[in-house]
Nanobody, 124 residues
């Protein structure tokens, strides 16, 4: 059974940094593209970033590009999200997801497996 377990969330002041991790129990981890999504209270879940199976191609939402960096370590079956210069509007539950290679990596429908989420709270 596939499991994705996020960690690294917490409370941070504006301007600070956090590094989220997502450990996957997927035998063929390297063939999956991995994504991060987030959901703020009262809002729909939105795409944050994605990375191809071999880590060669990254995708970001425009507002986060330059502040967030997605990476992966296939030997550890883990994907990371480095978040810098955090803002209060980044407050949300962050989810990682795994999907077979697809064109629409920004769409939730491209992902087969989801983690339980980790809370990120950015204070003023």
């Amino acid at each position: 059974q596939v499991q994705l377990v996020e960690s690294g969330g917490g409370l941070v002041q504006a301007g600070g940094s956090l590094r989220l991790s997502c450990a996957a129990s997927i035998r063929t981890f390297s063939i999956y593209h991995m994504g991060w999504f987030r959901q703020a209270p009262g809002k729909e879940r939105e795409f944050v970033a994605a990375i191809s199976g071999n880590g060669g191609v990254n995708y970001y939402t425009g507002s986060m590009q330059g502040r967030f960096t997605i990476s992966r370590d296939n030997a550890k079956s883990t994907v990371y999200l480095q978040m810098n210069s955090l803002k209060p509007e980044d407050t949300a539950v962050y989810y990682c997801a795994a999907g077979r290679p697809a064109q629409a990596v920004r769409s939730m429908t491209s992902y087969d497996y989801w983690g339980q989420g980790t809370q990120v709270t950015v204070s003023l």
